[in-house]
Each structure stands twice: as C-alpha cells, then as structure tokens.
C-alpha cells in the first residue's frame, strides 16, 4: 500500500511541524507533486465545470498547493483513502470541484466505513448502554473497534462525565469520536479489544459442574505448588 509519505525527502506531516508555513511548504519532492498532479488532473477530469474554482486571483497552481497542505495537516496519505475518494467524488455527479475540505471529508467517510465505524449519534448510545451495565457484564469485545479504541484512551466510566448535561456529554462524545477516527485516517491502527471474560456456570449447591470441578482443581494444584517456607 503506498502512501504520499514515501513520495517525499521526509514524510509530510512533520513539514508543518518543522515550520513550514500554510504558503510555502518546503522540501516536498517531485514524485509527491507529480501525485498531487495527478490527483488533480482526476478531478478535473470528473469535475467538467472545475474551471469555476479559478479566478482572476486564484491559478490552478495555488488550489494544487492548498490540497498538498490539506492532505500534510490532516494526515491523509493513504493512496487506496484518496482513491476511494475519487469514488466518492465520481458517485457525487457533482461538475464543480471540490474544496480540498471536502475532498477531506471524502477520504474521511471511506475511512470510516472501511473499518465499520458508527454513526456518531447511534456510537453514543452504544457507549451509554455499555457503561449502564454493571463493571462485571461489561464485554469491550462487544464494542465497535473505534468506540473501543477512544475508551481505551479516553475513560468515559467517571464522574465528571457522568455529570455533564446531555447535550455537553454528547458534544464532548463526539469530539473524541471525531479525533479517534481522524487517528485512523492518519494511518493510524485501532486496538483490538481484549478477550471475553471467562464465565463460570454454576450448578445447584452441593453439585458442581465440570467446569466448576476443573477450575477448582487447578487452584488447588496451584496452591499445593506454593512454598510458604521463608
């Protein structure tokens, strides 16, 4: 899978980082504009009124520049992202060519229904009905991959969440939801939840199961093994 990265001197995001400014990014090289032109040439190809974007003050040049700048700031690299881009905006039929902020928001949207993310309204109540369990029946295996990812990093489960009025809790659900899949368009990778827990059916008192039997002779072997010798 190649990504615009690997077209440059060093990879892009850091350029910004290191000081590049919104007009003058440095040390691009010349495979990584040669992509961009060709990026560019697609859209116009799909987009037969793209000469509408252009004015007297406004060249072809500057509206490659600010999609280099938008694909470095917001991380998008993934040649197979910005395809499925393209995808989008030909399933779009719109003739006037995107803004780089929505060429974005393509790359984003195929992103997210690559790895199966949620609407951020029914992602929220995924997260409301996972912490109105008690701690025990909680199984994050059951958690869509990015809600799992952003509680892994962010803990919904206190009391300062819990006492926010529900429209700020759900403002401050959708921010982080918003940033954990932008984490994914960046390249980055979501964790994977962990196992389920082992559950332990238990039969009638004085009857235990196999099951039963098998754990409890396993942690008397183990206590057996244990030297309490000083």
Same mark, same amino acid.
């Given at each position: 899978?190649?990504?615009i990265s690997q077209?440059t001197n $060093? ?6 980082q290191?000081?590049?400014?919104s007009s003058?990014p440095? &040390?691009v %090289?010349r495979?990584?504009l040669?992509?961009v032109?060709?990026? *560019?040439?697609?859209l116009k190809a799909?987009?037969s009124?793209w000469k509408?974007a252009l004015?007297s !003050?406004?060249t &072809?040049?500057?509206?490659k520049?600010? *999609?280099?700048l938008g ?9 197979? #992202?910005?395809?499925d881009?393209?995808?989008?905006s030909?399933? /779009?039929?719109n003739?006037?060519?995107?803004t780089?902020?929505q060429f974005?928001?393509?790359?984003r949207?195929? +992103?997210?229904?690559?790895i199966?993310?949620? !609407?951020s309204? +029914?992602?929220y %109540?995924?997260?409301v009905?996972y912490?109105?369990?008690p701690?025990e ?8 991959g +990015?809600i799992?990812?952003m509680? %892994?990093? #962010?803990d *919904?489960d206190?009391? /300062?969440?819990k006492?926010?009025?529900g =429209?700020?809790?759900? $403002?401050y *659900?959708? !921010?982080?939801?918003?940033k954990?899949? !932008?984490y #994914? ?8 939840? +962990? ?6 059916? /238990?039969?009638?008192l004085g009857?235990?199961?196999? &099951?039963e039997?098998? #754990?409890g /002779?396993?942690a008397?072997? %183990?206590?057996m093994n244990m =030297?309490?010798s000083?």
């Amino acid at each position: 899978m190649q990504h615009i990265s690997q077209l440059t001197n $060093q990879p892009l995001a850091p350029m910004i980082q290191a000081g590049a400014t919104s007009s003058s990014p440095r &040390e691009v %090289s010349r495979e990584t504009l040669n992509q961009v032109n060709k990026i *560019f040439n697609d859209l116009k190809a799909i987009h037969s009124a793209w000469k509408q974007a252009l004015s007297s !003050d406004l060249t &072809e040049g500057d509206i490659k520049k600010q *999609f280099l700048l938008g694909f470095i700031e917001s991380g998008v690299s993934d040649l197979t #992202v910005i395809n499925d881009a393209l995808a989008r905006s030909r399933a /779009s039929r719109n003739p006037f060519l995107p803004t780089i902020g929505q060429f974005i928001g393509y790359c984003r949207e195929a +992103v997210a229904e690559r790895i199966g993310a949620l !609407d951020s309204t +029914v992602a929220y %109540s995924h997260l409301v009905r996972y912490y109105s369990k008690p701690t025990e029946d909680r199984e994050p295996c059951e958690l869509n991959g +990015v809600i799992y990812h952003m509680i %892994s990093q #962010v803990d *919904f489960d206190t009391y /300062s969440f819990k006492m926010m009025d529900g =429209n700020r809790a759900k $403002q401050y *659900f959708a !921010d982080h939801y918003a940033k954990t899949l !932008d984490y #994914v368009v960046s390249g980055g990778q979501l964790l994977k939840p +962990v196992a389920p827990k082992m559950r332990i059916e /238990s039969g009638p008192l004085g009857n235990p199961t196999e &099951e039963e039997r098998e #754990v409890g /002779s396993q942690a008397l072997a %183990s206590l057996m093994n244990m =030297n309490f010798s000083r």
